[in-house]
T-cell receptor, first 107, second 122 residues
């Protein structure tokens, strides 16, 4: 199975900050990497798919990049509603696997 | 508006069975792959299973292969997960999720239900 490793596992930041979360795959997954946001008690929400395509309705302050084994999610100018847990997920091959999550907290 | 509503969760003893359902609306159900993703209490996300739009192709996580069966009734716009030989480690919120494509391979999950909790305990 392809392992997906996110870092950091937690992150403290302030409103207005720029943050970057990274995701590494254990083998090349081309651009089959997706990012999700989850708030407590809620279902996850798709933010970005195939590494860099913004899902409809997602604010442009979210962006993704990368290919092969290294990927990043960047949030510019953090807003209060962005404090949540973020997951990356590879869809290159089944079984699909998620990163362990990055909890973004208010500093 | 896309809606996915799960049901069928509950408390079951180890070794028992549960069948989860996911009623879909707001899109042409048979055109899209569907998936089950679970989340154990306080833990991360784990993809469980996926099924193509036609139902002809199914895929499973190693942790559930041979115990769980995914299937769909396109005439009823409903997705199912039959869970047998349940273990304590299967305790989780189970989400159904719509794929962006007809096939499972290379898919992403663009809409999710609210989840249903399955608890395996004696």
């Amino acid at each position: 199975d392809i392992q997906v490793t996110q870092s950091p596992s937690s992150l403290s930041a302030s409103v207005g900050d720029r943050v970057t979360i990274t995701c590494r795959a254990s083998q090349s997954i081309s651009n089959y990497l997706n990012w999700y946001q989850q708030k407590p008690g809620k279902a996850p929400k798709l933010l970005i798919y195939v590494a860099s395509t913004l899902q409809s309705g997602v604010p442009s302050r979210f962006s993704g990049s990368g290919s092969g084994t290294y990927f990043t999610l960047t949030i510019t100018s953090l807003q209060p509603e962005d404090f949540a847990t973020y997951y990356c997920q590879q869809s290159y091959t089944t079984p699909y696997t998620f990163g362990q999550g990055t909890k973004l907290e208010i500093k | 508006e896309v809606q996915l509503v799960e049901s069928g969760g509950g408390l079951v003893q180890p070794g028992g069975s549960l069948r989860l359902s996911c009623a879909a609306s707001g899109f042409t159900f048979s055109n899209y792959a569907m998936h089950w993703v679970r989340q154990a209490p306080g833990k991360g996300l784990e993809w469980v299973s996926g099924i193509s739009g036609s139902g002809g192709s199914t895929y499973y996580a190693d942790s559930v292969k041979g115990r769980f069966t995914i299937y769909r009734e396109n005439s009823r716009n409903t997705l199912y997960l039959q869970m047998n030989s349940l273990r304590a480690e299967d305790t989780a919120v189970y989400y159904c999720a719509k794929g962006r494509w007809t096939m499972v391979r290379g898919d992403q999950f663009d809409y999710w239900g609210q989840g249903t909790l399955a608890t395996v305990s004696s």
